[in-house]
């Protein structure tokens, strides 16, 4: 079964093989369309430790102009596109597939998650600027600080502390906690992020939610 696992890709409900995966993807007509085929072809390469999945999604890409994705060796050179990246790029182009709805849900379930199982690393309300960091760097680029507090209340799960919920003032306290040279960074550039286990381990939770999600 591990063998069909690699030479199949899970796709709608049906398991097909990887090279039918790729054709539909070609075929697609636009690569809004072919995105769909080639996250799932993408999950499974990332999964079984396909390295020639990348030379296959640049066959595609080509297809449609697009620039090919950066590969790399197995030693790690000639390239910034590794493993992680890859599973990361793959959620964040599903999760912007999904609706509104969807994703707040998944979001939703990984602030549960994180408060069920990490209890230590979200203590506070100003916590939530961490929070806010992951969705903007990781998911959707376009959330802005100052429209994050209505964002926040829809993915605060039930039973959430009074305390550490989300407060109006909350996202303006962003700079008193990050140093002036990592205001403009993405969180896992910064030099000195005052959350960075908090944001780790929340892209974590997502990033698994998202990929295992129908």
């Not at 640049?58 to 790690?76: F, H, M, Q, S, W």
């Not at 549960?112 to 961490?130: P, Q, T, V």
Request: proline share 2%.
């Amino acid at each position: 079964m591990d063998n069909l696992h690699k030479e199949f890709v899970y796709l709608d409900g049906k398991w097909l093989k990887g090279d039918d995966v790729l054709t539909m993807a070609k075929n697609a007509g636009c690569m809004a369309t072919a995105e769909h085929y080639l996250c799932a072809y993408l999950m499974n390469a990332v999964i079984n430790g396909n390295m020639d999945a990348i030379a296959h999604l640049n066959e595609v890409r080509a297809i449609y102009n697009l620039k090919p994705i950066p590969d790399t060796d197995v030693n790690g050179k000639g390239g910034n596109c590794n493993g992680n990246d890859a599973k990361a790029d793959m959620a964040r182009k599903k999760f912007k597939t999904l609706t509104k709805e969807k994703r707040e849900s998944l979001l939703k379930a990984g602030m549960k998650e994180l408060k069920d199982m990490h209890a230590n690393l979200f203590k506070s309300k100003i916590d939530w600027n961490g929070i806010f960091l992951v969705v903007r760097d990781r998911l959707d680029e376009s959330v802005r600080k100052s429209e994050f507090y209505t964002l926040a209340q829809k993915m605060t799960p039930e039973g959430w502390p009074t305390d550490m919920k989300i407060a109006l003032s909350t996202m303006t306290n962003f700079a008193h906690y990050v140093e002036y040279n990592d205001r403009q960074e993405a969180y896992y550039d910064m030099e000195n992020n005052p959350w960075e286990d908090l944001c780790d381990r929340f892209w974590e939770i997502l990033e698994e939610l998202i990929l295992t999600s129908d």
